[in-house]
């Protein structure tokens, strides 16, 4: 252990954690700097903000806040990085420090885990099974198109852009900086990246990977702060492409700012979407779905089927399961390895799913929660349901980002269609139905990037993902995820 780290202490009020997660080997330093052409350096403002775990409120890390001159230097070293060496660079030799990453998040995958549920109150399971392997999955994934780009523009010539200000939200924070960054670095840019301000750890611990994986100076550089920096990112004129993930209103603000400049841009946004329930599903699994649909990773996911639609004949049953199923799950540590749920991701979070609850209920709605007790400190929220909602109500229509779920019933398949589609969000949606021409006939009419048959929220670094309408633009994934990096001749 290196002189700057220090044990921490991860407990938390939960009295009963019999399988928890070993923190003893975690190397969290006190203060992180930014980590900018291949090094962690002070900022010049000398401003900090705290990182802590949102499970006990305790202080994990100091984080460095940003400012617009840190940003500046940022982007120098990405530019002369992509000028000196990374665009000229043989792709396959690209293609071989894309792997080298993906190979260290892969060794280094438990201590990863951790770091995220600590930082971001994520189950632990969750973090292992999903967020890091997904992660590593993407940096390989596109290691082998970075020498096969011929091959994904079939007769035409790609050439990279140059420098890319990537964006990133705190629920799934590994993962959607593998997004950013391994196709960015695959088609021959280079990036300044910036992670969400309530989980930043996981960034720089992969600032560390792309060190130790030799990667050139420059090519990757990873600044922390808040909206100011983020905003800094944006402005900068010798930024040539934004790709953002985060809230609509940010991603229109973006829009703004960047109009007629030339930069090209991705916008992942938030969603509201439909999972769809017909009479002739098989009703357990369904059920299962539903979980997996609205209460993984406390829910702040923004593909998360948080409108449930059910056939008026099964609905009664499909709730009465739903409830029971809801009571079966554990809203515990985030380090134990039994739990399903774990923290509300930071205070203004639970704020804003407790207003959105209040609002429900004084709308009318009737409201069902998991009976489970929680802690005095930390955030939590128990799995909830809505019923008596209809179409025009505020927890249909708006994104909540948490654990609470609006169920509301149809009669037809042209009623749940319609239904499904009355909303500014487009990013996802589930169906669930024995009839395959069923299938095929409403995942084509839902105006939504994708599609869940009888499953939901599952994710391969193969298929692209992205948005209709206000839930945003341009794919990432697949190889739709490389036309977001490359220009064309
Ligand atoms: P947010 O938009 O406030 O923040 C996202 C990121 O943008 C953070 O890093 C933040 O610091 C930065 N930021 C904030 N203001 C900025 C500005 N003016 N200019 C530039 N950067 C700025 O969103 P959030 O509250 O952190 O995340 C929740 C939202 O993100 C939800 O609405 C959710 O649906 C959406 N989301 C979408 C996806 C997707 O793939 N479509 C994935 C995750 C989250
Ligand atoms: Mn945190």
């Not at 420090?97 to 994520?122: C, H, M, P």
């Not at 021959?188 to 060190?211: D, F, M, Y």
């Amino acid at each position: 252990m290196s002189k700057k780290t220090r044990k921490l202490s991860f407990d938390t009020d939960w009295k009963f954690s019999p399988a928890l997660e070993n923190t003893e080997y975690i190397d969290i330093k006190k203060r992180y700097g930014l980590f900018i052409n291949g090094k962690f350096i002070p900022s010049k403002g000398k401003k900090f903000f705290d990182t802590i775990n949102p499970a006990n409120e305790d202080k994990i890390a100091e984080i460095t806040d940003a400012n617009s001159s840190d940003v500046s230097l940022a982007v120098q070293s990405a530019r002369s990085a992509y000028e000196k060496v990374w665009s000229k660079m043989n792709p396959s030799e690209r293609g071989k420090y894309i792997f080298r990453i993906a190979r260290l998040i892969q060794e280094r995958a438990r201590e990863f885990a951790v770091i995220e549920s600590l930082d971001g109150g994520k189950p632990i399971r969750e973090s292992k099974q999903v967020d890091i392997p997904l992660a590593s999955a993407h940096f390989f994934y596109y290691a082998g198109w970075a020498d096969k780009l011929n091959y994904a523009f079939p007769g035409r010539s790609a050439h990279s852009l140059g420098v890319a200000g990537q964006i990133i939200p705190w629920n799934f924070p590994l993962l959607m900086a593998a997004w950013k960054i391994a196709p960015a670095l695959a088609t021959g840019n280079t990036v300044v990246l910036k992670p969400a301000e309530t989980t930043p750890l996981t960034a720089l611990k992969l600032a560390e990977i792309i060190q130790e994986a030799d990667v050139p100076p420059g090519v990757v550089n990873i600044v922390t702060g808040g909206g100011a920096t983020g905003r800094a990112i944006v402005k900068h004129p010798d930024i040539d492409k934004i790709a953002f993930t985060g809230s609509t209103e940010v991603g229109k603000y973006i829009m703004d700012v960047i109009a007629g400049s030339g930069k090209k841009y991705t916008l992942e946004l938030g969603g509201k979407a439909a999972n769809i329930i017909f009479e002739d599903a098989a009703i357990n699994q369904a059920v299962e779905g539903i979980v997996d649909s609205i209460f993984f990773n406390q829910g702040h996911v923004c593909c998360a089927g948080s409108r449930l639609y059910v056939q008026e004949s099964i609905a009664q049953e499909v709730i009465r399961k739903l409830k029971d199923r809801m009571e079966t799950l554990v809203i515990g540590n985030p380090l134990d390895k039994n739990t399903d749920i774990g923290a509300i991701n930071s205070k203004m979070q639970l704020e804003k799913i407790c207003s959105y609850v209040d609002l429900g209920k004084s709308e009318g709605g009737a409201i069902h929660q998991s009976s489970c007790s929680l802690p005095e400190k930390g955030y939590w929220y128990p799995p909830t349901l809505f019923t008596d909602v209809s179409q025009s109500h505020r927890v249909v229509q708006e994104e909540i980002f948490g654990p609470v779920l609006a169920v509301q019933t149809f009669r037809t398949v042209d009623e749940v269609i319609s239904k499904a589609n009355n909303t500014p969000y487009g990013l996802s949606g589930g169906v669930w139905t024995e009839k395959g021409s069923k299938l095929f006939q409403v995942s084509k009419e839902i105006r939504a990037g994708v599609i869940w048959a009888n499953s939901f929220n599952k994710f391969d670094p193969g298929s692209p993902f992205g948005g209709y309408k206000e839930s945003g633009m341009g794919r990432e994934g697949g190889v739709e995820g490389l036309y977001s990096y490359v220009g064309l001749d």
